[in-house]
């Protein structure tokens, strides 16, 4: 019953929190989408996004600017990025469950490595912690997260609706679990 009310309290001050900012969210997607046709901005470009995802949760304002933040992460974006896939890839290659097993551990590194000032193996270390804390959640959250994108991926711009969305929910979902986002 927890882990079900958690993820309820989590979805709703998601949503609650993604209304409030959805334009500045949906465009700063849509930037940050148009400039990952330059394969070699998508790390920054994907911090940049959760930056903005924590700027919301925070109350602050959240500026389409903001997605460009991500490059005053770079060097600790592409660490988090290569570590992690070459570890998930080898979790693919034994059966697959250990991949989707350290995809769902890993689901907090970006948020941790921001809020916490972490680098990336240091912030993937902590993703690991805060989900083997409640592993239960950390499920069900990667799941339902996963189908939400899944969703929209779907239809050809929802992704830059969903993403935002699924952004805010993990960090709640991190500040929820005892990380530092405040």
């Known amino acids: 019953m927890k882990t079900e009310k958690m993820l309820q309290d989590t979805l709703k001050s998601g949503f609650d929190f993604y209304k409030k900012q959805f334009v500045a969210l949906i465009i700063g ?19 940049g996004l959760f930056y903005m995802a924590i700027k919301a949760v925070r109350g ?11 490059f005053n992460y770079i060097v600790r974006s592409y660490v988090l990025f290569i570590v992690a896939a070459i570890l998930t890839v080898i979790g693919f290659v034994f059966l697959v ?4 097993a350290l995809l769902i551990l890993f689901q907090y590194a970006i948020v941790v490595s921001i ?9 993937l270390q902590r ?3 805060l ?8 499920i069900v959250f990667w799941i ?27 960090v709640i979902a991190v500040k ?3 990380g530092k986002v405040d």
């Open 131 to 138: 989900a083997r804390k409640n592993l239960g959640f950390a």
């Open 60 to 70: 602050q304002t959240v500026q389409i600017t903001d997605v460009f933040s991500g």
């Open 115 to 123: 809020t916490e000032d972490l680098g990336g193996i240091g912030s």
């Open 97 to 100: 469950i250990p991949g989707i």
């Open 127 to 129: 993703s690991v912690e």
């Open 144 to 170: 339902f997260m996963a189908v939400v994108n899944a969703i929209g991926s779907a239809v050809t711009v929802g992704c830059l609706v969903t993403f935002p969305y699924t952004a805010i929910a993990t």
């Open 29 to 47: 997607t849509f930037v940050a989408a148009i400039c990952m046709i330059f394969i070699i901005t998508i790390p920054p470009l994907i911090y």
């Open 176 to 178: 929820k679990l005892g």
